[in-house]
């Protein structure tokens, strides 16, 4: 009897001291998955700083490289290195013109050819928007429509919505 007392103690012991293991272990994993975190934090800001820095310094090489062709009188040479920029700049004016031209109806494009790139795009923002404004939605064949009730679900008596209930199951058995 001695041996099945001892035993049960021991038992019970041991199970207190995994119970606590398991706490333990848990404080143990919050903290290194918050060590984790701030680690992960500060590497982050780390980077950012890096790139912003390197962005600063591309900038101000670019600059320095562009005064010194100056200096020199080098305009020509300046002058080729913008131009390939220049012409993709050109390139994408005359898309994004003729696809703000393409959205207006073809009888007013006419009237807007000479408009400036920003006065189109309002002028297509505007004008799209109000007709989306407008429009509604259809019905489509096979649709299921939903009633709506006539004043919030919370100011309904029961009967209300019982009688609401009951008419929105005959229009989905419909």
Sequence with gaps: MLE??????SQENSGQEVQNDNKISGHNIDDSLNQEKAYSQK??????????????????????EEDAMVEQNKFKELWE???????KYRSYKTKHR????ERIPEDK??????????????????VFKSDSQGETMKAVHGQVDVPSPDK???????EEKRAFYQQAEIKKSI
């Design 4 to 9: 099945e007392q001892s035993g049960s103690v």
């Design 109 to 126: 494009r006419e009237n807007f050819k000479n408009w400036g790139i920003e006065q189109l795009e309002t002028y297509v923002s505007d």
């Design 81 to 87: 290195k913008d131009k390939e920029d220049a012409e």
């Design 152 to 158: 919030p679900w919370s100011n309904m008596s029961e």
């Design 43 to 64: 590497q982050r800001k780390r980077a950012q700083s890096a790139e912003s820095e390197l962005e600063k310094l591309q900038a101000r090489q670019k600059k320095m």
């Design 98 to 101: 003729a696809s703000l031209l």
